[in-house]
């Protein structure tokens, strides 16, 4: 906050505040006597495009997740995520057979996932209520940081993606397919989306359904994920390339 870029960070946290507050994260509320409340931090980082160029200051508030009890604080924490061999044959799929391929990014998505655990957690620094300073967040929601958010999120999407008719894959569990008329495919990496359609009218159904349930960022068509650079021309002609030199 003391960078010649203390206003873009000041702004990137205010977006996050409000995007927890609007979430309903929390409730301010007396600790327990038998609770201990885990600290909250705030982390910075300038995310770029894939020509180095900067795209963003982004900030997120994370719980401080090392300090939670195992039994009392969570229980299970594994989450996947699609695997880097699914991703090759999607796209090599989406080449063969001249398909459309977005990508979408879903913006504060462990907050979309539901806590089961009671966890208290201290008040943001630099956004603590005046006049509440001895109250603490009682979360309702997998913010960052916590050992279980990533499965909290993972479980929320699954049964929100069989809701509107997608099946997940038995090889890979991020991998989303449906079919009917037309076939759809989605692959999602934590919070990164991969949209598979054979039209654009089919594209834009899918997007406006997914902006309908998650505050969604649409990237248009996939150029950059996972250290992949794709490039689409108007012919559908396609490169992809990354440190292995993919083809």
């Known amino acids: 906050m003391v960078s ?5 960070w000041q702004e990137a946290a205010d977006l996050e505040y409000e995007s927890l507050i609007e979430n309903d994260t ?3 509320v007396e600790l327990p006597k038998d609770r201990k409340a885990v600290g909250s931090k705030w982390v910075f980082r300038v995310k770029h495009h894939s020509d180095g160029q900067v795209e963003r200051y982004k ?7 090392y300090s939670q009890v195992y ?3 969570y229980d299970e924490t594994y989450s996947p995520v699609v695997r880097f061999s699914s991703i090759r044959t999607l796209l090599s799929f989406a080449v063969q ?3 459309q391929v977005h990508q979408m990014d879903v913006v504060t998505a462990f907050l ?3 806590l089961e655990e009671e966890i208290y957690m201290e008040q943001p620094e630099g956004y603590i209520k005046q006049g509440q300073e001895h109250l603490v967040c009682k979360l309702k929601k997998s913010i960052y940081g916590l050992k279980q958010s990533p499965r909290c999120w ?3 999407f699954t049964e929100f993606m069989k809701d509107i008719g997608f099946t997940q894959s038995i090889s890979d569990q991020c991998v989303f397919v449906r079919t009917g008329q ?3 495919i989605l692959a999602v990496y934590v919070d990164d989306l991969i949209l598979i359609t054979e039209t654009t009218e089919s594209m834009d159904k899918l997007k406006e359904t997914l902006k309908k349930r998650y505050k969604m960022k649409d990237m248009g068509e996939l150029s950059y994920i996972l250290g992949i650079s794709v490039v689409q021309d108007k012919d559908k002609e396609w490169h992809f390339s990354s440190s292995e030199e993919i083809h």
């Open 154 to 156: 993972s479980k929320a």
């Open 26 to 28: 929390w409730d301010l």
């Open 182 to 184: 037309e076939v759809e």
């Open 112 to 114: 979309n996932g539901h």
């Open 71 to 73: 039994g009392a604080d």
């Open 4 to 8: 010649p870029n203390a206003k873009e």
């Open 97 to 99: 057979n001249n398909l």
């Open 59 to 65: 900030c997120r508030l994370v719980a401080k997740g």
